[in-house]
């Protein structure tokens, strides 16, 4: 037998044993984690029958590439939900388990759960990093805890009510475009493209104070944000643009980082800007001034926010809350007014009655601009933007990670460390919740026929501890733009039906198209 000897290395015994020792050793320790890893997805797998499964496409792919982002798509997710009813897991590649849960019931114990026992799940919005930073959206732990504490001010129904007066102003220069494009009788509009430079608009003066323009004429900087929200929706879609390394050497990667530098400069110089106002850092006078004046916007706030030592907010953390309001801001309502208005336009019985309701708040009213105490009394037309959330709520779904086990209702658990995808969608289309779920019907919303529903059967905002911390900016905007457009203009379905797509929000495929037809006034 030829004996096996490395003393041709010139190496002595001892040396040898050693440099044969430390590649086995390393073996061995890789062969072993393997091993574990193995047994980890065995156990995992174990404990997860409980939850029954869709059929696979492969042991290698599981259930991958299944849910696409069109319309079959969340046709298959309405099927899920009609087959399967509360939760059921679903397999990304041998290793990854999902639980994809969609009724309230089994919602609660996990979306309730403080936000340390079932953080965000970061893969879902890790290509919006570079661009949003730690904002709110992204980030965990304690400085997430500290920032929201610190932001939630700046949604204080003090200072909303002094942006109800811009929602009228950008809504009036939409209309303006509106009335000139139809002046031919009628116009047939993308509504996704003009309601987002809208929500645009009117998110710029909120968070900035600046006026672009941007309905009027090309803004640099509102076409980096529609670019970059593109960049990352597709990105979603193209496999080998997952890489960061990859995807930074190709055309998109390029583009975004040219539109994120754009974006964070205006923010900066805003932020710098106001800072040469308050030249001390202590002085915060003409904060406390514009706060008495009721003209805050979203940087004064963050700018006068201080922890509970006293430490304000840094410019980075101030530019990452505010690009993050801008991102989680514009697409989100622009999505919610533009289905509202498609639901009203194939429901004309709903869109004469809402009408007749805003014409009757705003009689004899000159100018006619919304305020903010008549918010409250748009009772029939509040229930036709919610019926709408329901049917096509503009955020599909959100994930969560648990990093303890979860009780469910029926007393199974969601072992710790698995990711759990609480369909929003899935849970306003269940069968189980909502009768005959495929129906606009608005009157699910009057008090007597919500009474005895569960809370979390409608959670177009999300729930519990990370809730949307604007929805009652996105509801006041959605009625502000609602109640003048139905006012002022007549909405027509187009003869060819919108596919759905939901991508980082639902959009329709090639985008949304109405007509509107303006009315003489009454
Ligand atoms: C119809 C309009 C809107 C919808 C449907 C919506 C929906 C949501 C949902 C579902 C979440 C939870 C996301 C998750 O858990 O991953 C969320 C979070 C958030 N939204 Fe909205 N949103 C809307 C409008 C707005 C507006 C107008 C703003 C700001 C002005 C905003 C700012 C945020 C922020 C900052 C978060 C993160 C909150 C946190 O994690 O603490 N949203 N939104």
């Given at each position: ?502 991508e980082l929000i639902l959009r329709a495929e090639g985008g949304l198209w109405l007509w509107v037809q303006p009315l003489s006034p009454q």
């Amino acid at each position: 037998m030829p004996q096996l000897s490395i003393s041709w290395l010139g190496l002595g015994p001892a040396t040898a044993s050693l440099w044969l020792f430390l590649p086995l050793a390393g073996a061995s320790c890789l062969l072993a984690y393997i091993l574990t890893q193995i047994y980890a997805v065995y156990e995992k797998s174990h404990h997860l029958r409980i939850f029954p499964q869709p059929p696979k496409r492969s042991w290698l792919l599981g259930h991958l590439g299944l849910i696409q982002s069109s319309e079959e798509g969340l046709l298959y997710i309405q099927c899920l939900v009609r087959t399967f009813r509360d939760v059921c897991c679903w397999w990304v590649g041998p290793w990854q388990p999902v639980i994809r849960i969609f009724h309230p019931d089994f919602i609660k114990p996990v979306l309730l759960a403080s936000a340390s026992v079932a953080p965000k799940d970061p893969v879902f919005y890790r290509f919006l990093k570079p661009w949003l930073g730690d904002g709110l959206l992204m980030s965990t732990g304690d400085k997430w805890t500290l920032h929201r504490h610190m932001l939630t001010p700046a949604f204080h129904f003090n200072i909303l009510k002094s942006y109800v007066k811009i929602f009228n102003d950008s809504t009036n220069i939409m209309h303006a475009k509106w009335q000139r494009l139809a002046s031919q009788g009628s116009a047939r509009l993308d509504m996704f493209e003009h309601i987002s430079l809208m929500t645009l608009d009117s998110l710029q003066k909120c968070v900035f104070s600046f006026n672009s323009n941007c309905q009027e004429k090309p803004s640099e900087y509102i076409a980096a944000i529609l670019e970059l929200s593109a960049l990352v929706a597709k990105r979603h879609q193209k496999l080998h643009q997952h890489v960061d390394l990859l995807y930074h050497l190709t055309r998109d990667g390029m583009r975004f980082r040219k539109a994120c530098r754009l974006v964070h400069d205006f923010t900066d110089a805003i932020i710098r800007e106001r800072r040469c106002t308050l030249p001390d850092q202590r002085d915060d006078d003409l904060l406390k001034a514009k706060a008495k004046a009721k003209m805050l916007d979203f940087i004064d706030v963050l700018l006068l926010s201080k922890d509970e030592h006293g430490k304000a907010l840094s410019d980075e953390d101030i530019r990452a809350e505010a690009d993050t309001v801008m991102f989680g801001g514009h697409d989100t309502t622009a999505s919610g007014l533009s289905w509202v208005l498609y639901n009203l336009a194939k429901h004309p019985e709903y869109q004469d009655r809402c009408r007749q309701e805003v014409r009757e708040l705003l009689r004899d009213r000159e100018p006619e601009e919304i305020e903010w105490d008549d918010l409250s009394q748009l009772p029939f037309l509040t229930m036709c933007m919610k019926e709408s959330l329901r049917l096509y709520p503009p955020v599909t779904a959100i994930s969560r990670s648990c990093t303890k086990d979860i009780v469910l209702p029926d007393g199974r658990v969601i072992p710790k460390g698995v990711i759990c995808r609480i369909s929003i969608f899935g849970t306003h289309h269940n069968p189980a919740v909502w009768p005959d779920p495929e129906v606009y019907n608005p009157f699910r919303f009057e008090a007597d026929n919500a009474k005895g529903r569960s809370s979390l059967a409608f959670i177009p905002f999300s729930a519990g501890p990370r809730n949307c911390i604007g929805q009652t900016f996105a509801m006041s905007e959605m009625k502000v733009a609602l109640a003048l457009t139905l006012l002022r203009f007549r909405i027509l379905p187009d003869s060819k039906e919108p596919r759905r797509q939901p991508e980082l929000i639902l959009r329709a495929e090639g985008g949304l198209w109405l007509w509107v037809q303006p009315l003489s006034p009454q």
